[in-house]
């Protein structure tokens, strides 16, 4: 493999959008984090990257004629902000889904100096002229889905550069991109030949090569790891309890099979990926039901079960009189050209599919230890069931892929300690979201206006006094951390306004200093965030995210954390000047484990 079509970094807008799954962030900071590992990540073993898909690729309803209609300011410290952080770690390719010339050779390849190269999303190509706006290279050639050999470069680029209505100049610009990232991952030397073909799993120039090593515990670990315990009456971890039922078709897999469903494009059986072109065939999945049992039956429990999400009779009867039950719920979806159970991609609804919030109500009634599991992309509203006293744990376990079963187990048993944080926030009823997808349009040109601005995801809480369900940066552990001893360092001056390639806009000139102690019974990892409060001046949000890390304790540890401060953390990108500038005034610095419980509070002056 040349090219790996990844990593997927647009945003949480819409909670409701299809392919959220794909990268899963609801704040720009955390997606650039993890685009900038992602990028570096993928490169390390000599692939190249591509970040995608730029830019403003919120929803999948009239994604392929639509305007999405971003303010600048927005656009640099939102939407656009992965895709920087993504340069600035030597992503070779990137994938776009706009031929704007603005967006490509302007904020792009000028205003971010992405030396890389461009390639469109699959016939996403509009025309030849295309390549003057900045796009290098067409995938997957043709014009349209299908064999047919017609295409917007090849044949049809000649003509343009023979006519002048494209520059020799901007032909030589494009082979010097895709010819400098193939340099730069060292794939002139030694580099393995392609060796699949993935329009047929079964053509012939598929060796299936198996490279796998010790990926499954690799899967299971950070699987584990992931999982995101949002509530916890003290039924988890379990401790060898006598029986337990388990409940819904979310426990097992798909009786034809995990890959049973083209492109994953059905909700049958444990859910453990989305739907679309960014998923792959399952070596086997292992489902809540067979790696419950395992375990299970080595401690001497009784397991019964329930595989309907709809004989709610049979659930009762299978949760009652056992010391615990666990319902797994699920919500899918994917991709625009498949439709799953009505789903055009984006879900049409937040709660969770084939009726799982009645299936929860039912066990719940008969059982006062239900647990809750919820595999999703995304967030799901759980007012139907949340606050009933006999819901005494739950855990949003997200899309676990093939160890989904035994990374679960791993939590239930208390064998891992769940660290995973919610990455967006889960509402209590859709309205309170800033923004949703696009369903009904009669213009020829839908227009997707992005009016909330900069307020994405918990800032628009934050800004109209909204009360989550579940704040953003939440999850629960089996132990307590006490935080303490906040101290705050400014040394450098913060300078005047400075342009993306500018180095020092990366430069550190502050840090965050504070004590972090496993005061629990459990070893157990933190997640310590920490959020800035601009100056008001700044017209900002009431807060944002500028820092996380995951640190390991055990039980009565203590570690001092720091976090280090970029001028590009503290700058908001002025329109005029078109430059990053840090607003005078003074900044609110708070730390704590979730974007509502602030445990550490002070003040940033810079000179």
Known sequence: VSVLLAPMMNLIRAPAAGRIWEGGAGDPFLASAAAEEGVKGIQSQGVQACAKHWLN????????????????????????????????????????????????????????????????????????????????????GNKVYGNAPDSHFGAELIAAVQNGTVPQSRVDDMAT????????????????????????????????????????????????ASHVLLKNSGTLPLKKPRSIAIIGSDAAVNPAGPNACADRGCNIGTLAMGWGSGTAEFPYLVDPLSAITKRATAEGTSISSSLSDTDLSAATVAATGKDVAIVAISADSGEAYITVEGNSGDRNELTAWHGGDALVQAV??????????????????????????????????????????????????????????????????????????????????????????????????????????FAFGFGLSYTSFD??????????????????????????????????????????????????EF?????????????????????????????????????TWDVSSQRWVIPQGTFGVSVGPNSRDKRLHGTLALL
């Not at 017209?539 to 996380?548: C, Y």
Request: hydrophobic share 40%; charged share 20%; aromatic share 12%.
């Open 483 to 532: 935080y303490k001893g906040l101290a705050i360092w400014p040394y450098a001056l913060k300078g005047g306004a400075r342009p993306s390639t500018d180095p020092a806009l990366y430069k550190n000139i502050a840090t965050v200093t504070f004590i972090l102690c496993n005061k629990g019974n459990f070893a157990g990892t933190e997640i310590p965030q920490l959020y800035l």
């Open 177 to 224: 991109r895709i010819l400098a990232s193939w340099y730069l991952l060292g794939q002139d030397r030694n580099y393995p030949a392609t060796n699949l073909w993935s329009w047929d799993f079964n053509d012939p120039r598929n060796q299936h090569v198996n490279v796998q090593g010790d990926h499954a515990s690799l899967i299971r670990q950070i699987g584990a």
């Open 535 to 571: 100056p008001k001046s700044s017209n900002s949000p009431p807060q944002v995210l500028r820092g996380f890390d995951s640190i390991y304790l055990k039980k009565g540890e203590t570690l001092i954390v720091k976090f280090d401060l970029t001028r590009y953390d503290l700058s």
């Open 57 to 140: 690729n919120e929803q999948e309803h009239y994604r392929d004629y639509s305007s999405s209609n971003v303010d600048d300011r927005t656009q640099h410290e939102v939407y656009a902000a992965p895709f920087l952080k993504s340069v600035l770690a030597g992503v070779a390719r990137r994938v776009s889904r706009l031929d704007l010339l603005q967006l490509l050779n302007g904020l792009l390849k000028s205003d971010f100096g992405f030396k890389g190269y461009v390639m469109s999303d699959w016939w996403a190509t509009h025309a030849t002229s295309d390549a003057v706006a900045g796009l290098d290279m067409t995938m997957p």
């Open 364 to 469: 719940a009634s008969v059982n006062k230890k239900t647990i809750v599991i919820i595999h999703s992309g995304g967030p799901i509203l759980m007012e139907a069931w949340i606050n009933n006293p006999n819901v005494t744990a739950v855990i949003w376990a997200g899309l676990q892929g093939q160890e989904a079963g035994n990374a679960l187990v791993d939590v239930l048993y208390g064998d891992v300690n769940p660290s995973g944080r919610l990455p967006f926030t889960i509402a209590k009823q859709r309205s309170d979201y800033a923004a949703d997808v696009l369903y009904q349009s009669d213009a020829a040109t839908p227009q997707i206006d992005y009016s909330e601005g900069l307020l994405i995801d918990y800032r628009w809480f934050d800004k109209k006094g909204i009360e989550p369900r």
